[in-house]
């Protein structure tokens, strides 16, 4: 996996299919590592539960694994998160 940073200086991580995770994903990623809920990170972007649900299943998918905790691992990794 490689880091990239986009137009806002937000760092994505190209994932394992050489899709790079979006600066919204990013943004999502990092308060679910915060330990927020999908309900929580709704709440703060003004999104809703499923939308947040479909983020992370993105972020899954591009990733490669579904677990919560390891999605925040590789990101973290990779320097994504702080």
């Known amino acids: 996996m490689t880091v990239r940073y986009v ?6 991580v190209d994932g394992m299919l050489g899709t790079p995770l979006s600066a919204r994903e990013a943004q999502v990623l990092q308060l679910v590592a915060d330990g ?3 309900a929580e990170v709704g709440q703060q972007l003004g999104l809703s539960p499923g939308t947040i649900k479909s983020h992370m299943a993105r ?3 591009k990733l490669g694994t ?4 390891h999605l925040v691992a ?5 320097g994504t998160l702080s």
Request: without cysteine; proline residues 5%.
């Open 59 to 61: 972020i899954a998918r």
């Open 66 to 69: 579904g677990d919560r905790a």
């Open 7 to 12: 137009y806002e200086g937000v760092p994505v």
């Open 74 to 78: 590789v990101a973290m990794r990779a």
């Open 36 to 38: 927020n809920s999908n």
